[in-house]
C-alpha cells in the first residue's frame, strides 16, 4: 500500500535560519498528489500546500515544496523561519485514480523555532 | 465558514462502555471522515462516507461504526470501548473526494 515517511520527527531552529523537512513517499499511483498539512498546539490541521504536478513549485505563506516523482519526494522549505512556525507539520498522500478518499499520513514532524 | 465542528473535546469513558462522537459540517461537503491520532502515530483513516456510502478500513472495521442521517453530520461509535481506543479523533470533510480536506480541531477520548 502506500506510505508516506518523513525522517525527522523533531526539527528545532534559530528564528531566521531557512526550513527544510523532509517527505518521501511510495505509492502504485503515476499521479499522486503530495499535501502539507499544519497543526498548531490546540488547533485542527489545515491545508499548507498541494501539488500533483511534476517539478512544479508550490507557494503559500512563505512555505514552499517541489513535487519531484523521480524521487519521490515533496521536501517542505522556506527559506527564514519564525517563531509563529512552530507546530506539527504532516507531508501526505492521495492517489489521483481513487475512488477511496483515502489521505495517507506521514508521522508529523515537530517543529520549534526559537528566538 | 469552512469549520468542522467536533463535540465533545474531551471525553472520558469507562472500558466496556460505548462511545459516540459527533461531527458536523455546513460546507455542503459530500464526503466526511473520521480519523484515529495517537501520540507520534500518523493520522489513521478509520472510515468515511461519500454521500450515503459508508467505506470502512479493512483493519479497523469491526470496531468502529458510523450513521450519517444527513449531510451535515457524521457520528463515530464505539460499541464496547477499550484501552486501546484512548486516542485524538479527526473528523474532516471535503467537497468530493479529491478535494481538501477540512479538519475539526478533534475529540481527545480517553478510555479508563
Known amino acids: 500500500g502506500d506510505s508516506v515517511t518523513q525522517t525527522e520527527g523533531l526539527v528545532t531552529l534559530t528564528e531566521g535560519l531557512p526550513v527544510m523537512l523532509n517527505c518521501t513517499y511510495q505509492t502504485i499511483y503515476s499521479n499522486p498528489f503530495l499535501f502539507w498539512y499544519v497543526q498548531h498546539l490546540n488547533e485542527s490541521p489545515r491545508l499548507l500546500l498541494k501539488s500533483f504536478t511534476d517539478n512544479k513549485r508550490t507557494e503559500h505563506q512563505g512555505f514552499h515544496a517541489t513535487l519531484h516523482k523521480s524521487s519521490s519526494s515533496f521536501h517542505l522549505q522556506k527559506s527564514s523561519a519564525q517563531l509563529s512556525d512552530s507546530a506539527l507539520y504532516y507531508c501526505?498522500?492521495?492517489?489521483?485514480?481513487?475512488?477511496?478518499?483515502?489521505?495517507?499520513f506521514g508521522d508529523g514532524t515537530v517543529l520549534t523555532v526559537k528566538p | 465558514d469552512t469549520t468542522v465542528k467536533q463535540n465533545p473535546r474531551y471525553k472520558l469513558a469507562r472500558v466496556g462502555k460505548p462511545v459516540n462522537l459527533i461531527c458536523s459540517q455546513t460546507m455542503n461537503h459530500d464526503t466526511m471522515y473520521w480519523y484515529q491520532k495517537k501520540p507520534n502515530q500518523a493520522p489513521k483513516l478509520l472510515l468515511f462516507y461519500y454521500d450515503k456510502i459508508l467505506n470502512r478500513e479493512a483493519d479497523t472495521f469491526e470496531k468502529f461504526q458510523s450513521s450519517r442521517p444527513n449531510n451535515s453530520f457524521c457520528s463515530l461509535y464505539i460499541g464496547s470501548a477499550g484501552l486501546e481506543y484512548s486516542a485524538m479523533y479527526l473528523c474532516?470533510?471535503?467537497?468530493?473526494?479529491?478535494?481538501?480536506?477540512?479538519f475539526g480541531s478533534g475529540t481527545r477520548l480517553t478510555v479508563l
Open positions: 474532516a470533510s471535503s467537497r468530493n473526494i479529491a478535494e481538501t480536506l477540512y
Open positions: 501526505a498522500l492521495r492517489g489521483y485514480n481513487t475512488n477511496t478518499g483515502k489521505l495517507t
